[in-house]
């Protein structure tokens, strides 16, 4: 079992930068593969980046090349998700989630879910 918590969202302006955590309980974690998501109103959820339990290789959507950065500290069981040059429609509820081994970009692939954080980029 795997449990996880998000902080580090909220409020920002277009192009300044934000950093989630997403802290991880659970034994598995060193060997989890842990994805970050996004879900703004009215949309799906979708994927934004992910990394192995080893913390190689990386994936990330193509809207978030470049301007976001996975990472993890399986010292610390967390993973990170740099956000740079945000633009308003980064605004979000992020999720991170956690499945064995792997890294995917489809979310039914990923068994645990943390609760959420929010992150608003304003004009």
């Known amino acids: 079992q795997v449990q996880l918590v998000e902080s580090g969202g909220g409020l920002v302006q277009a192009g300044g930068s934000l950093r989630l955590s997403c802290a991880a309980s659970?034994?598995?974690?060193?060997?989890?593969?842990m994805g970050w998501f996004r879900q703004a109103p009215g949309k799906e959820r979708e994927f934004v980046a992910a990394?192995?339990?080893?913390?190689?290789?990386?994936s990330y959507a193509d809207s978030m090349k470049g301007r976001f950065t996975i990472s993890r500290d399986n010292a610390k069981n967390t993973v990170y998700l740099q956000m740079n040059t945000l633009k308003p429609e980064d605004t979000a509820v992020y999720y991170c989630?956690?499945?064995?081994?792997?890294?995917?970009?489809?979310?039914?692939?990923?068994?645990?879910w943390g609760q959420g954080t929010q992150v608003t980029v304003s004009s």
């Open positions: 659970g034994r598995i974690f060193s060997r989890a593969a």
């Open positions: 989630a956690a499945r064995a081994f792997v890294i995917s970009q489809d979310k039914s692939e990923y068994a645990y």
């Open positions: 990394i192995s339990w080893s913390g190689s290789p990386t």
